[in-house]
């Protein structure tokens, strides 16, 4: 039986038979008993009752522990704390008889009931969970997902959407990047004026972020809030142009990259003003973390700032990076007398840091082993961003620990996990699933599973599983694109603009993905936004090609197929096309769908008959044409070319 | 040029010509500016913005005013208020140079945005509004759904959902059904046990419900809350036995149907409650009307309690009713010293109820005519139960004052509209949206277009289109499906169980349909949820039957094509339903509809024949076939099975 665990356990043991569920099936709760466990507990039935559309006939809204011979039982010794290095192992035995799933807390529990519930299945028989023993626990404590709701804000059903999703891929820390340039997304009653100026109204409520903190909670996931300073901070100085370094007034940014705005760091006003911003904060987030970002601080408004310069010079500071370790600083006392542990982007491990602050790096795995030879905890985001669009199979392989790691093991021991990071310049509520999922599930997994779990068609085959298991949960990265396609075609039949959008990739760089003229008003609705990250068609496309290559005397009719439907495609999809005004940027796309499908037909002839290309003009026209087909338009790029050049190659 | 208004105006006249939009497309605000035309105006560029893929230049986040040559112009005299009877009037004036969107309050522009938003369009020359001149304003003034939030709770997002589908057409009233046995769904500050203990934790918050009021005053919906007493209160009476009319404790129900818990009408203590309890509700909740609920009172408790029956005969009431007509004007006493006018279902219409109550018929037509003649405002509900799947033809041709109506001009007068219903028994987040669109929009039209707008094929043609730019205001009835679709056959492929279900309706009889063994812990996961309550393919197919059996010499293609597919899906879906246990009970359903259509096969050819069947013992056999295809399973029928009996018909 091929299992469809994601991420792997530590530990599987298969057993013969299966624990079969009938109406009957009940849960007995062993532990003191807690909300987390409870709405788990019901959820875990809502899921198995959805799937089977069986009525148990416990009453799951309030669980009695008489039950005489539960199906389930769910034994913890202690409530969990939700704090870093908290334990989230745990023990599922399913048997003929029943399942037992024990851990040392409720949230291992959690844990384990995801795996559970990964291992349902059905038959001809009924439905049913195969006979398994599983041991289990994390590889790394640290298991995040950032969001960044300042470029596009998130509403709260977005975050709860994706906390669900996390929850089921065992991830524990939800990082919401609250400020920047673009707009600041928090209630603060303290200075009203910050969210009223500073959010086009879109922002948080501090009921929310109490509602977002139980939701995750409930799921055994930590929330970090993250306040970027001194830089990124354009949407803060709106209200507050007198702490700023640079005379305002001040508008909240409409376009992306980095931005001169910044803190004015040498006047106590600043301090001052934050030590009542913290203290506001502290209280309302319930995490002993907090994020203060600190990253791109580009100087140009300190440099150009007297007081500053004097400043620098008096206290013998000779670059930004001084400066603004003296700020962090700062800012790390008033924290910490609200009792807050610090963390923030890679630039601000400068000589004097606190060994207490966590270093995310981001720039690079160099910042987090250094991190590491320092002595600082510290986390990797670098090869974890999701808003450049790489591939599954890069962040999967992508590890916080690699196995040529140059730290010893006692260094190794400052490496806490990663967090994967969705910034927000190109995305909105309707296209951030498939932004997140199902690729955040592979980090998931690189960060939860034994650093050998690294079979990377294997982790393609359970993601499709984890993918529709998302999908679900309620995450949209499916379902959404079928209304953005119809919405494309103005109500027309999707079909062909499917097949080429199957093939499509957003480009992978940011210059092209982020073109200049476009704002945070510009809509996301455009073919790009449609497309997958990490094309499912043209990742088994890829593979036909390459099996085909590697044992060339299989059959080629589904490659065949495939090239003959693309070839096809373009004088089918042109209709369509001429009267979807908004289409007309990926007509060039379409028409090399077309032309690069007939000549990769064309190459497969001739690998088939196994003969080199007999004039080099035709070699040469091929390469032109897969130059030709590469070429991005519209921020998107046809993705199954390299798989075309492969074949052509081979005649070489 | 074919439109797709709905609902359709009062008057159209269209021109030659468009107003084509480009990226400069700006929008000018005539009118003293408040929230709502500036989120809505902000709306409206998005909307567009999404569908033509533009980056408008105007900062739509804050209008100025100061636009030189606007695209369009929103004029108004003043800010509307929602309130019965408000101006929704607007006058919609499209040039190939500008558009003129000119009404007497802000609330007739939002209507009129609707109906330009309707009128977009794109050809090969680009995106454009047709040239166009529209003057229309409402039949009724009281345009309404009711959600019951108690059977199934609803999330505010739900809420949030189907007010964005209720302003697209035009609807003005969301009806909440706050209370009812099976749960107490809003927060009560005074009574706070009400909540705690009445609703299982579903219920909105106070800062929801607000939130919930704000987003509808935005889109020029007024929200009338309903609690629903005497009867019906069971979860009420959790917290509050002692004002019950018979012994506690009291449980929250989990069935459904007419249960006995009903509040304790001869003690002061009752409306010393109730006073409490409107006193916070009319602070919270803005509109001038609150719903009493009032129905369903079965006696039973009252009648067994002596205290009651002594109070009965020393007052001389004969009857239940009288009683609760008592009690009614305590309450109403009560609500009037808040300022609130009452409404209520149709029972609480009784001897001395004062004018002012609206009267709200749900058990026919007969309670509406009534109400009217006596001079009491009313409204329609009977006929627009969305629960009980009906066709939306039906719901259509049912109007509040039909053409042969019995009540003179000035009776017609107190019909004030009516309210769609959606109860809650079978429905869940995930599946309401599909219980309640695309039909609402027909019931939204019959509310707000002339009399005699009432082609139906029309009407099915333009909710077509209607249907799918609700999907892309976010609702969700087609979107769901595929995800029901995916879950029940475990994330296989749909398209043989889409085949079947195509055709398959809900049952249309509350006793069929809610089975006694389905409870509030039901899943409503199964395969009749993913139903349509009026099956497009189903109908279609009909019309094409009809088509030819009044001109029998068309070709049948397209009808063999269809029985063809059904004959055949049975076979082919089987293996998917022997490893989906939640599929066997639609087992038989599979089975007939491929009987069904092989016959209808043979009973074509006879028809195409024009011979009559040529022994009586065929025909008895295709009426057993056809009467066996009719039968229920599992709280679905086959839809099309009229259709091929009226071919069977024809040779009679």
């Known amino acids: 039986m091929k299992l469809n665990l994601m991420p792997v356990p530590a530990q599987i043991k298969l057993s013969d038979g299966t624990y079969k569920i009938d109406e009957n099936f009940s849960i007995q709760i062993r532990g003191e008993t807690s909300d987390r466990i409870l709405s788990n507990a019901a959820r875990l039935m809502e ?5 089977t559309g069986m009525t148990f006939k416990q009453n799951y809204l309030s669980f009695e522990n008489d039950v005489t011979l539960p199906g389930l039982i769910l034994e913890y010794d202690r409530i969990g704390c939700l704090r870093l290095f908290e334990d989230e192992s745990y023990h599922l035995n399913i048997s003929t008889k029943n399942i037992l799933l024990k851990a040392q807390t409720d949230i291992g529990v959690l844990r384990g009931m995801e795996t559970l519930l990964q291992l349902f299945s059905s038959d001809d028989t009924g439905y049913f969970f195969p006979a398994i023993c599983v041991k289990d626990e994390p590889r790394f404590p640290w298991r995040g997902l950032m969001i960044d709701v300042c470029r596009h804000f998130m509403p709260v059903d977005v975050i709860k959407r994706n ?26 009653k303290t200075f009203p004026k910050l969210h009223e100026l500073g959010s086009d109204g879109y922002y948080y409520t501090q009921e929310q972020i109490k509602e977002i903190i139980k939701y995750a909670d409930n799921r055994g996931i930590r929330v970090v809030p993250e306040f970027d300073i001194p830089g990124h901070a354009t949407s803060w100085l709106v209200a507050l142009p007198e702490l700023a370094s ?13 931005k ?17 911003f913290f203290e506001e904060m502290a209280g309302l987030f319930q995490d002993e973390y907090m994020h203060i970002g600190g990253d791109e601080n580009n100087g140009v408004h300190w440099n150009s700032n007297d007081e500053i310069t004097d400043f620098m010079s008096k206290n013998g500071m000779t670059s930004i990076l001084e400066l603004q370790n003296y700020f962090n600083k ?3 006392e008033i924290t910490s007398s609200y009792n807050k542990k610090l963390m923030g982007w890679d630039e601000i491990l400068q000589p004097g840091l606190p060994k207490s602050v966590v270093i995310q790096s981001w720039r690079g795995h160099d910042f987090l082993t250094e991190s590491a030879q320092k002595g600082y905890y510290t986390i990797l985001s670098n090869g974890y961003y999701l808003d450049l669009n790489h591939s599954t199979e890069f962040h999967y392989l992508n590890d916080p620990v690699p196995a040529d790691s140059s730290l010893t093991p006692e260094e190794q021991k400052y490496i806490l996990g990663g967090e994967a990071a969705m910034w927000g310049e190109v995305v909105t509520a309707e296209i951030i699933d498939s932004r997140i999922w199902p690729r955040n599930a592979a980090i998931a997994e690189r960060l939860w599973s034994q650093a050998t779990i690294r079979d990377v068609d294997d982790m393609y085959r359970r993601l499709e599983k984890m993918s529709f298991q998302l999908e679900e949960l309620g995450l ?7 209304m953005m396609l119809k919405r494309l075609v103005n109500n027309r039949d999707i079909t062909l603009l499917k097949v080429l959008v199957d093939v499509l990739e957003p480009v992978k760089d940011y210059l092209e993905y982020r073109p200049d003229h476009l704002t945070q008003q510009s809509p996301m609705t455009r073919t790009v936004y449609a497309t997958e990250p990490d094309s499912t068609t043209a990742r088994k496309f890829k593979k036909m090609v390459d099996d ?5 005397n299989q059959q080629t009719g589904d490659i065949e197929d495939l090239l003959i439907q693309w070839a096809e495609n373009h004088t089918k999809l042109s209709p369509i096309i001429a009267v979807s005004p908004i289409l007309k940027e990926i007509e060039p796309l379409s028409k090399n769908l077309s032309e690069i499908a007939k000549t990769g037909l064309h190459i497969l002839e001739y690998v088939k008959q196994q003969k080199p290309a007999e004039k080099p003009s035709i070699i040469k026209e091929w390469q032109s044409r897969i130059e030709k087909a590469k070429q991005p338009y519209a921020q998107a790029e046809i993705i199954i070319v390299s798989a075309i050049e492969k074949l052509a190659n081979k005649l070489k």
């Open 476 to 482: 949209l990265h499916k379902k959404n694109q079928f």
């Open 246 to 258: 640079a005379p305002g007034p001040y508008q909240i940014e409409r376009t992306w990259g980095i």
């Open 163 to 188: 906390l669900d999703g996390m929850a089921a891929v065992k991830m524990n820390i939800m990082h919401l990047h609250l400020t920047d340039d673009q707009g600041f997304r928090i209630e603060c």
């Open 47 to 51: 899921r198995l009752s959805g799937r």
């Open 260 to 276: 001169n705005p910044v803190f004015n760091p040498v006047t106590e006003k600043t301090y001052q003003f934050f030590s009542r």
């Open 330 to 332: 700062r800012i790390l």
């Open 548 to 552: 085909y290559l590697s044992m060339p």
